[in-house]
């Protein structure tokens, strides 16, 4: 069984420049929020067309609670939340 894993971040997302947008609270932060789940599906689109059997997101941006689950694709399983040991690496 080929499973994939992807630890997801909004820094560094593409078309992220500010903490505006990073940041919990601040006026864009919403926008990137779905725009990272886009592109987290991306990723895991290409996966599952790949061959790969199981894909894993773990939601690696601060509180760790930024993707939500009625916006992944359905295929996915999102770790998230705060409460773990591994943080983004959490089930790696």
């Known amino acids: 069984m080929k499973k994939a894993f992807i630890s997801a971040d909004i820094e560094g997302m593409e078309g992220n420049v500010s903490v505006n947008q990073s940041n919990r609270g601040r006026p864009d932060y919403g926008t990137a929020r ?53 943080l983004q690496m959490q089930g790696i």
């Open 34 to 86: 779905k725009r990272l789940a886009q592109d987290v599906n991306a990723a895991a689109r290409a996966c599952f067309d790949f061959g790969y059997d199981e894909v894993y997101v773990c939601d690696g941006h601060g509180d760790m609670e930024n993707l939500l689950i009625e916006d992944m694709d359905p295929r996915v399983k999102l770790i998230s939340g705060c409460m773990r040991d591994s």
